[in-house]
């Protein structure tokens, strides 16, 4: 493990019609896996801010940041302490894959499971009572 200091980062944990809106990493940490649009928070930027801004730098979408769902830890190379907030769709439209990102879409819940998801993802989104265990 690195001497580095633990990172704040964010998550959005968006619902609509059914569906979450889920991205692609296209950069480590979890390169090629599917997770929530998210990242870390920027010096002097609140956190509901940042919740708004990855989602838009992500996916093009606009979002009003909500509550504060969860809080999921990342220990590794790198340690980063994620806090997944749910995430309001402003507009509905279809998201567009960002720069850091391969790619974004909505994904309908039952598939999720379907999909490979960064560590813990499934797990973690069933004990906060957004996806149900099958």
């Given at each position: ?12 944990i ?6 979450l ?114």
């Amino acid at each position: 493990m690195s001497d580095n200091k633990p990172r704040v980062a964010v998550g959005a944990i968006v619902l609509h019609e059914g569906s979450l809106l889920m991205v692609k990493r296209g950069t480590d940490p979890g390169k090629g896996l599917w997770t929530v649009p998210g990242g870390s928070l920027e010096p002097g930027e609140y956190i509901k801010d940042a919740v708004v801004r990855e989602v838009r730098e992500e996916t093009g979408l606009e979002v009003r940041s909500d509550e504060l769902l969860g809080i999921f830890e990342v220990v590794g190379d790198d340690h980063y302490v994620i806090l997944d907030h749910l995430a309001t769709l402003s507009e509905s439209g279809e998201p567009i894959a960002g720069d850091d990102v391969e790619e974004a879409a909505w994904v309908p819940l039952d598939e999720i499971v379907t999909l490979e998801c960064t560590p813990r993802f499934v797990e973690t989104l069933t004990a906060w009572g957004i996806l149900t265990s099958t």
